[in-house]
């Protein structure tokens, strides 16, 4: 069997780097050319994540002129984010490409909670001469 496997890791991307609970996360996971394609797996805090209803993996795979005989694996990766997903104001989003036990490399990042700021909030306070001599 033959295989051609690549020096370079998967390219991670994502649309945003600070992202509110309940809005809409996109990212994608690019592999160098290689033959077979490779594997591409998402975790979200080290946790392996499948399309569900609530997370649409879609997996591509691209024959490219400038790379003949190559094969290139594209994934991306929709979810609704949720408060949960953040762990002390973080997400961390990795893509893991692998082939057999040939190939294993990953990209990670980390999303920032865009969370409301809380605000101080000043209140007048009164004082009384109450119990002073004067």
């Given at each position: 069997m033959?295989?051609?496997?690549?020096?370079?890791?998967?390219v991670?991307?994502?649309?945003?780097?600070?992202?509110?609970?309940?809005?809409?996360?996109?990212?994608?996971c690019?592999?160098p050319?290689?033959?077979?394609?490779?594997?591409?797996?998402w975790?979200?805090n080290?946790t392996?994540?499948?399309?569900?209803?609530?997370?649409?993996?879609?997996n591509?795979?691209f024959?490219?002129?400038?790379l003949p005989?190559?094969?290139?694996?594209?994934?991306?990766?929709s979810?609704r984010?949720t408060?949960e997903?953040?762990k002390?104001?973080?997400m961390?989003?990795?893509?893991?490409a692998t082939?057999?036990?040939?190939?294993?490399?990953?990209?990670?990042?980390?999303?920032?909670?865009?969370?409301p700021?809380l605000?101080?909030?000043?209140?007048p306070?009164?004082?009384?001469?109450?119990?002073?001599?004067?």
């Open positions: 033959l295989t051609d496997i690549p020096e370079d890791g998967p991670l991307r994502t649309e945003v780097q600070k992202i509110a609970p309940g809005a809409m996360i996109r990212a994608n690019t592999t050319g290689s033959y077979p394609a490779m594997n591409i797996t975790f979200i080290d392996e994540m499948n399309s569900t209803s609530q997370v649409e993996i879609r591509s795979i024959h490219y002129d400038a005989g190559k094969e290139t694996a594209r994934s991306t990766i979810l984010v408060p997903l953040f002390s104001g973080k961390r989003l990795r893509c893991s082939m057999f036990t040939l190939y294993s490399l990953s990209r990670e990042t980390e999303i920032q909670e865009d969370a700021q605000a101080l909030i000043m209140v306070t009164t004082h009384t001469n109450e119990g002073k001599c004067t």
